[in-house]
């Protein structure tokens, strides 16, 4: 598997590469996450962990009053959500980076699908890292979240 892994990174810029079953080249998808629909519930807990109470995330009359449509869900429970995403194909161990940019609001109800593409290989600090194009999306194809992500690659 080594002389593979070596053999991906060898030729990542040529196009597709393979480790095993797993393309490595960029473009190439790795499992969605989609995560349950949001619950006030989630929402609820989240703000308690989080500490976060901001009240716009859990009574919509407050949301209304702060110019909102109803209440949203918290921007980070989404990025939670993208660190989810990369946890199930990933050991957690080798996440060097995440980071996000909001895009839309998520409001509770909503089903969010975490999709990510393999934008390149590289070697960082003597490290072979894939870095991924990440996007965090509703039920109704909105993107609410676009990241990126940089994997450690043994």
């Given at each position: 598997?080594?002389?593979?892994?070596?053999?991906?990174?060898?030729?990542?810029?040529?196009?597709?590469?393979?480790?095993g079953?797993?393309?490595?080249?960029?473009?190439?998808?790795?499992?969605?996450?989609?995560?349950?629909?949001?619950?006030?519930?989630?929402?609820?807990?989240?703000a308690?962990?989080?500490?976060?109470?901001?009240?716009?995330?859990?009574?919509?009359a407050?949301?209304?009053?702060?110019?909102?449509?109803?209440?949203?869900?918290?921007?980070?429970?989404?990025?939670?959500?993208?660190?989810?995403?990369?946890?199930?194909?990933?050991?957690?161990?080798?996440?060097?980076?995440?980071?996000?940019?909001?895009?839309?609001?998520?409001?509770?109800?909503?089903?969010?699908?975490?999709?990510?593409?393999?934008?390149?290989?590289?070697?960082?600090?003597?490290?072979?890292?894939?870095?991924?194009?990440?996007?965090?999306?509703?039920?109704?194809?909105?993107?609410?979240?676009?990241?990126?992500?940089?994997?450690a690659?043994?």
């Open positions: 598997m080594a002389d593979a892994v070596d053999a991906a990174f060898d030729h990542a810029a040529d196009g597709a590469s393979e480790v079953h797993e393309a490595i080249a960029p473009g190439a998808a790795i499992p969605p996450f989609v995560a349950p629909r949001v619950t006030r519930l989630q929402l609820a807990l989240f308690a962990a989080g500490a976060d109470p901001n009240s716009i995330h859990l009574d919509d407050v949301a209304q009053a702060n110019g909102l449509p109803r209440a949203i869900v918290h921007g980070m429970l989404t990025m939670a959500f993208l660190g989810r995403l990369l946890t199930r194909q990933y050991p957690l161990a080798s996440v060097r980076s995440l980071e996000g940019r909001f895009v839309a609001m998520a409001f509770p109800g909503d089903t969010i699908t975490c999709t990510g593409t393999v934008h390149g290989c590289s070697t960082k600090g003597g490290e072979r890292v894939v870095e991924l194009d990440l996007a965090a999306r509703n039920q109704d194809g909105v993107t609410l979240l676009t990241g990126k992500a940089c994997v690659w043994p």
